[in-house]
């Protein structure tokens, strides 16, 4: 049994509790899906999901709460997170704006909305390290990867500009894997070990 936590406070909380279920099922890993909006919950979770929403709200609803600190030590322990979109806002180093408390998770530095307002969303297929097949990536009012630490790596592009990476045990990606039914994304976050292994 898989314990994922998604961080509830905004964002996409049913979609992604639905593609980490068919991550795991593919790998034949029954998941529980535990909704987190209060400290207490995170230190019971294997693996970590922080969804997009408002960068802004997101960060002060989890210092207020308390589960900042609590998602820190999640990594620190070398627990996976997958964060995606604002989450990735949220996860970087330096979000460019005073306003986000970043969580410092991520070696990265962010642009916010730098592919524009929500009427600039896009699809787009991307390839992805790893995938033999491109991903059908979801841009809504996404942000860009402006500078990239030496120990991140780069997992996929768009436009030259890196929109997925992975830090140790954290996944960023600037778009929405949840909003289609390719759970490769959750896949790479959080079952690539036991994909390496079989």
């Known amino acids: 049994m898989v314990r994922a936590g998604v961080v509830a406070v905004?964002?996409?909380?049913?979609?992604?509790?639905?593609a980490i279920r068919r991550a795991g099922e593919a790998h034949g890993e029954d998941?529980?899906?535990?909704?987190?909006?209060?400290?207490?919950?995170?230190?019971?979770?294997?693996?970590l999901l922080l969804p997009g929403g408002e960068s802004t709200a997101i960060s002060r609803l989890l210092a207020r709460e308390g589960i900042d600190a609590e998602i820190r030590e999640h990594v620190a322990a070398g627990k996976p997170v997958l964060a995606t979109c604002a989450g990735l806002i949220v996860a970087a180093r330096d979000a460019n704006d005073e306003r986000v408390d970043t969580l410092d998770?991520?070696?990265?530095?962010?642009?916010?909305?730098?592919?524009?307002r929500q009427v600039d969303?896009?699809?787009?297929?991307?390839?992805?390290?790893?995938?033999d097949e491109p991903f059908p990536a979801v841009f809504i009012r996404a942000p860009v990867i402006d500078e990239v630490g030496e120990g991140v790596e780069v997992l996929a592009e768009w436009d030259g500009r890196p929109v997925a990476v992975r830090d140790g045990p954290v996944?960023?990606?600037?778009?929405?894997?949840?909003?289609?039914?390719?759970?490769?994304?959750?896949?790479?976050?959080?079952?690539?070990?036991?994909?390496?292994?079989?």
């Open 10 to 18: 905004q964002g996409d909380v049913t979609e992604h509790a639905a």
């Open 31 to 47: 998941v529980e899906v535990i909704e987190i909006r209060q400290s207490g919950r995170v230190p019971d979770c294997d693996v």
């Open 105 to 116: 998770l991520l070696d990265v530095t962010v642009d916010r909305n730098a592919f524009g």
């Open 121 to 131: 969303s896009f699809e787009a297929p991307l390839d992805v390290t790893g995938f």
């Open 171 to 198: 996944v960023g990606t600037a778009f929405h894997p949840e909003l289609t039914d390719d759970s490769r994304i959750h896949d790479l976050a959080f079952f690539e070990d036991l994909a390496v292994e079989a």
